[in-house]
């Protein structure tokens, strides 16, 4: 059986940079990766190279940032005036935030720069701008 778009696979992978740093995993989340093939819930690029695939088999696949979360954009760096920070913490360059959207997701923001009236968040994804390699191996198709 051949992996296509709607099928339901599950996937064990080891996510690293170009360093050679791993930046996730599926054995960090105790389990395989569980999605619908082609149904926009993957990074484009991991979508794709899963296509054709077989049970078992496993395979090293290399995303350009145009095929993972895209490239760094200066126009996701937003000033926000530091009074809106909380009083008891300090925002310094470097930290990390978790924001919520107004429909009750988060993701994380990283402080690039602080003056004395504005902080300076990063909203740009964590990997933007990063070629990512991933070990795959099919462990389930559905």
Do not use: C, R
């Not at 791993?22 to 926009?40: I, N, Q, R, T, Y």
């Amino acid at each position: 059986m051949t992996i296509k778009k709607g099928d339901k696979i599950k996937v064990e992978y080891t996510g690293t940079l170009d360093n050679g740093k791993e930046f996730d995993s599926s054995e960090k989340h105790g389990k395989p990766l569980e999605f619908e093939v082609g149904a926009g819930q993957m990074i484009k690029g991991f979508d794709e190279a899963v296509v054709g695939m077989k049970l078992n088999e496993e395979k090293e696949i290399t995303l350009k940032p145009e095929d993972a979360y895209g490239e760094e954009k200066k126009e996701m760096i937003k000033p926000v005036p530091k009074d809106q920070f909380p009083k008891e913490k300090d925002p310094e360059e470097g930290m990390v935030l978790v924001l919520q959207t107004p429909q009750g997701g988060q993701f994380p923001v990283k402080v690039v720069k602080v003056t004395d009236k504005e902080v300076f968040l990063d909203m740009n994804h964590p990997l933007a701008g990063e070629t990512l390699t991933f070990k795959v191996k099919i462990v389930g198709i559905n």
